[in-house]
RNA sequence: GCGCCCGUAGCUCAGCGGAUUAGAGUAUUGGCCUCCGAAGCCAAGGGUCGUGGGUUCGAAUCCCGCCGGGCGCGCCA
């Protein structure tokens, strides 16, 4: 337990006892802006003051006595608190319990910050699910770092996930695509005459038609051109997705789900909950039942269906296949369809749980380079490409970039900033930091994996402390981000920590005379290490022994 | 018009289940390498947190209106 729980605890049984008749209280504990304000901050006293009724200091004030009556030893690792402004309880912490961190860090090495779980639960987490009608664009690359990162995070708390990549190989874009290839085998170009409406433009669909001749294809046979451009796009995506990094467990077609009959199954099954009607010749559900702002069509009046049902149908088999939380990350354009496909789940009356899926909608990126948006790819021609981005700022860079924003914040990508291989570049930052620790124990000569059990008692400089606090809050860094989905916490986390890391490095020399001083550092630099490799890791980012 | 998201320092962004003096990077200015990597450190200046109300002892944070920007509003996917 480290010494925020146990400061929580006995704040606990001081409330219980100041203030009886609070009941259960949840007890927040904050680091503070100002050191000055001590090691943690609670509030306590302010939430209950309003609950109560009674004023707030006085209440504050109670607590702190009660904290005091204490005898010494049931008080660790308490070592001061006192009252401060409208009734914050300032609290001070003994300095072997801060240490502890490092010990923790060491001693638990690469699963340091991850959770040994007990509600272990199997979880799906689908993201790119980029058509293959073409290159992977810069959302996709948002996305693939957001869900991979997500995906991780979710892993870390000790749950099972799955990494699913859902695709349609059959649907009109596919059809629009095999057109296009099919023409510009045809030495039709966009614009002539005999170029299909709405083809693609961009200048790969001339090289996927190029390749298919070259693979002695005939142009006249439009399945095997489509067969030939949908594996043809499918490698590159996978070509664009191991260059950045990212893996998935599974790779799902919407095909399979009319070829198994789990399109037509779920129109029954709709139909089956009295929530459908005719109406013009199609057949409408209710989704305003579930707080959608219009119905929508099932069946359109031609007999095919829309889109919405193989995507209802295809939620039902994450369902069925036992996935009790999946998360969805999309782009926010796709917003719409997240209260669809709840409705839809909902009327078929499965069991589905109202808020299944979750989404993590993200906002768009926008690509700066020399002060200037770009949207113009060479090879897309419509769009800039996760490729490009990966070759002008490689992809430390770029995931690291793209996972530290929050996902529903709007994106500038800048390609100077990231391409920047000096000091502007937070990448390096934290990259920096770690090739730091190791370039110290290249030099001392020893090894980083024999610092644990090493006595950590001379560290008492200030920064030392601090420094394991930082480390301390490493667990709840990624408990946090794994529930609210939110890696760029992991981002912002490890630039503080690297900074403080930074700072204290300047400041001190690590391999000093003193043995034990000197080991004791040695400890602390390589607890840093593995917590930003840690870190690092969850982000698909490299942590590197030398720059 | 309706729905969702966003509006915090020149620029890019954290903070937003309220709370002690609003943070970071970058840019600007001034310092720090005879010593473990200067891809680093230290310091300074820079903000009426879009705006107007409301709730509260206390609001960047919660509620309402307005303004500005993005996305979505098909028997397209």
Redesign the pocket.
Known sequence: MDAKTQLAQLLRAAVAQAAPQAGET?I?L?R???A???D????VA??L??RLRRN?RELAVAIVAALSSLPASARHPLREAEV???????LRVAPEAKLAAFARALAEGSRYGHARNDARERVQVEFVSA?PTGPLHVGHGRQAALGDAIAALLQAQGHEVTREFYY?DA???IEKLALSVQARARAIRPGMPGWPEEGYHGEYVEEVAREYLAAAGSADDLEAVRKFAVARLRAEQDADLKAFGVRFDVYFL?SSLYAQGRVAQTVAGLVASGKTYE????L?LRTTDYSD??D??V????G?????V?DVAYHVTKWERGFRRVVNVQ???????V?RVRAGLQALGIGIPAGYPQYV?H??V?V?RGGEEVRISKRAGTYVTLRDLIDWAGRDAVRFFLV???????????VD?ARE??????V??V???H??V???F???GGDAARMNGVDLAPLALERELSLAQRVAEFPQVLR?AAEES?P??VA?YL??L???F???????????EDEALRDA?LALCAAVRQTLANGLALLGVQA????
């Open positions: 949840e927040v904050e503070p802006r100002d000055a304000h001590g943690f901050a609670c509030n302010l939430q003051g309003k707030p401060a402004g409208p009734g914050f309880i300032n058509n349609n649907g009109a874009q919407e109406k013009d010749g199609a409408w702002d219009k929508r069509v069946r359109k009046s031609d095919s269906f829309t889109y919405f193989p782009g926010s354009d796709h917003h719409s369809t209260t909608l906002n768009l926008k700066v530290s924003r929050k996902a529903d914040a709007d994106f500038v990508f800048d900033l291989k000096s000091d502007e570049n937070p390096y930052y990259q920096y930091a090739a730091r190791c370039s110290v290249a030099q001392w946090t939110a760029h916490a912002f630039r503080e690297a900074g403080e930074h700072g204290y490095y300047n400041a001190e020399r690590i391999l000093v550092r590197p022994e030398k720059m």
